[in-house]
Every structure is written in C-alpha cells, then in structure tokens.
C-alpha cells in the first residue's frame, strides 16, 4: 500500500489560487485512482476530484468544475489540485485518497462514501478569506 503525503494549502484571498499536492511512497502509484475531498469541522468529508490511475478520466463536483483541476505525474509518483478563483466556502481541510477499486472514478468517487478508500493524507487547511 502507498503512504500519502501531501503540501501546499495556507491562508489565500478570495480570487486568489492555491495548488496541492500529494505525494506517495512505493512503485505502485500508477496502479491507484486518485483523489480530492474536503471537510468542515463537524460535517461530512465531500467529494472534490478524482482522476484515474492513467489520468485519462477526471471527475469534479459541481462546485468546482472550471475552478480547480486535478493533474497526476505519475513518473513523479504525484497528484495535484490547482484551485483558482477561490472562494471562502472552498475553506476546509483537505484529504488526498488513494483507491485501487472504486473505479472507475467518473461514475463512482462522487458518490461512494469516502470510508471505502483505501489510503488518505495527513490532511491539509486550506483557508480562503473574503
């Protein structure tokens, strides 16, 4: 199983961007769906991206799509958000995950519960002020 590791995130104003990334151990990075959800103390983690172990297809909730996008490397065994025009509502903590199951990620991430996937991140704040 690959361990994740993620950068990025802090304190951005409104229309400003920001990029994450996720970063694993292991030589088998290119064997996992990848993806982005978020949390707000004391809600539910939601789904923000996914891209599939090729990063052939993609999949956003509709609160994002045309603002963020999700990109993988995966000769760098790596996985990005690059979000643009943030909003405050797009503050949260945020999780990368890791899957090797749920696929494919455009029909299933958005909607599984996110207690199925196998591998997440430490988490990282993502702060956007108005």
């Known amino acids: 199983q690959v361990q994740l590791v993620q950068s990025g995130g802090g304190l951005v104003q409104a229309g400003d961007s920001l990029r994450l990334s996720c970063a694993t151990s292991?030589?088998?990075?290119?064997?996992?769906?990848m993806g982005w959800f978020r949390q707000i103390p004391g809600t539910e983690r939601e789904f923000v991206a996914a891209i599939n172990w090729s990063g052939g297809s993609t999949k956003y909730a509709d609160s994002v799509k045309g603002r963020f996008t999700i990109s993988r490397d995966n000769a760098k065994n790596t996985m990005y958000l690059q979000m643009n025009s943030l909003k405050p509502e797009d503050t949260a903590v945020y999780y990368c995950?890791?899957?090797?199951?749920?696929?494919?990620?455009?029909?299933?991430?958005?909607?599984?519960?996110?207690?199925?996937?196998?591998?997440w991140g430490q988490g990282t704040l993502v702060t956007v002020s108005s």
């Open positions: 995950a890791a899957d090797r199951f749920h696929g494919p990620v455009s029909s299933n991430w958005a909607t599984l519960n996110y207690r199925y996937l196998e591998v």
């Open positions: 292991g030589r088998t990075f290119s064997n996992y769906h």
